[in-house]
């Protein structure tokens, strides 16, 4: 939901899913792998987000509480911009 509410301000939000995977959650912009916002990786001793770069690679960050996902608002709108 976090993620759904940042990206809200250049899509609609019913357009983010979440797809979970055995060792991540993907979160993809409608529904295609091909377009990923993000992914979350929840272990039982840290919390990671790893964020698309320019080149489409993930760049891993570990993250203490779910509320720092909105300091990474930029990345995550840069993101959606390019598939826009």
Do not use: G, H, Q, W
Request: proline share 2%; net charge positive.
């Amino acid at each position: 939901m976090i993620i759904k509410s940042i990206v809200s301000e250049l899509i609609d939000p019913k357009r983010v899913i979440l797809r979970d995977a055995l060792s991540y959650c993907a979160i993809l912009l409608d529904d295609n792998n091909r377009k990923p916002i993000c992914r979350l990786f929840f272990t039982k001793k840290k919390l990671s987000i790893a964020l698309v770069d320019e080149a489409k690679n993930f760049v891993k960050k570990d993250i203490e509480t779910l509320d720092e996902i909105y300091s990474f608002k930029e990345s995550l709108l840069s993101t959606i911009k390019s598939y826009l």
